[in-house]
T-cell receptor
C-alpha cells in the first residue's frame, strides 16, 4: 500500500532533550513537508523540501531541524530550543515541478508530542 | 500572518442540512485551492480541490464555489450526515510552494 508513515504515534520529551520524529513515504513524491497543528491554529508549516539534500524554512522553523538524505525520508528533530513543543506534528508529501502544480499533498496520521 | 482566513470556527447543523464554510485570501499568486477533512487523531485527507479558472466544482455531496474577483471560496456539503462531523480546512498554494491553511472549522452534524 502506498502512503506516508509517521512514527511513533505518541512521543514524550523530557526538558532539555532533543527528539526526532520519523516520516517515510513510498509514493515516489519529490517534495515533503512538516506541519505543526495546535487547537484552533490550523496547520503551520515548519520546514519543507522539494529535492534531496535541500530544504527551506517555513513559518515556524525556530527550534526545529530537518534532513533530507533520501527521497523517501524526511525526519524532523524537535530541539531543546523549542520551548513549547507540545503539539500534533503532521508530515506530508507531493509531486513537484510540472507535475506538482495542482497535485495534492498527502498526509500521514501524525505524531503527538508531549512534555514530561 | 494568516494567508488564508476561514470562517466560521465551528458549525452545528442537523442531518440533511447544508453547512457552508467560507475562506478568503489575498495572494493573487495562489492557483490551487483544496479542502481537507480531518477526523480526530488522523491526518487531513483531501476532499475536493479547485483551480481559479472555474467557478464551481462538485464531487458527490461536496461543492466548492469560487469567486476570483472577491478572492473567496467556499465549501458546501449537501444532505449532511452525522459521519461528516469532522474538522474542515481550506488551503491555498502558489506554484511550487507549500500549502497555506486556514485555521479550520469544526463541524457537528446532529442526528
Amino acid at each position: 500500500d502506498g502512503g506516508i508513515t509517521q512514527s511513533p504515534k505518541y512521543l514524550f520529551r523530557k526538558e532539555g532533550q532533543n527528539v526526532t520524529l520519523s516520516c517515510e513515504q513510498n509514493l515516489n513524491h519529490d517534495a515533503m513537508y512538516w506541519y505543526r497543528q495546535d487547537p484552533g491554529q490550523g496547520l503551520r508549516l515548519i520546514y519543507y523540501s522539494q529535492i534531496v539534500n535541500d530544504f527551506q524554512k517555513g513559518d515556524i522553523a525556530e527550534g526545529y531541524s530537518v534532513s533530507r538524505e533520501k527521497k523517501e525520508s524526511f525526519p524532523l528533530t524537535v530541539t531543546s530550543a523549542q520551548k513549547n513543543p507540545t503539539a500534533f506534528y503532521l508530515c506530508a508529501s507531493s509531486f513537484t515541478g510540472k507535475l506538482g502544480n495542482n497535485q495534492p499533498q498527502h498526509f500521514g496520521d501524525g505524531t503527538r508530542l508531549s512534555i514530561l | 500572518q494568516q494567508q488564508v482566513k476561514q470562517s466560521p470556527q465551528s458549525l452545528i447543523v442537523q442531518k440533511g442540512g447544508i453547512p457552508i464554510i467560507n475562506c478568503a485570501y489575498e495572494n493573487t499568486a495562489f492557483d490551487y485551492f483544496p479542502w481537507y477533512q480531518q477526523f480526530p487523531g488522523k491526518g487531513p485527507a483531501l476532499l475536493i480541490a479547485i483551480r481559479p479558472d472555474v467557478s464551481e466544482k462538485k464531487e458527490g455531496r461536496f461543492t466548492i464555489s469560487f469567486n476570483k474577483s472577491a478572492k473567496q471560496f467556499s465549501l458546501h456539503i449537501m444532505d449532511s450526515q452525522p459521519g461528516d462531523s469532522a474538522t474542515y480546512f481550506c488551503a491555498a498554494r502558489a506554484p511550487l510552494e507549500a500549502l497555506n491553511f486556514g485555521k479550520g472549522t469544526s463541524l457537528l452534524v446532529t442526528p
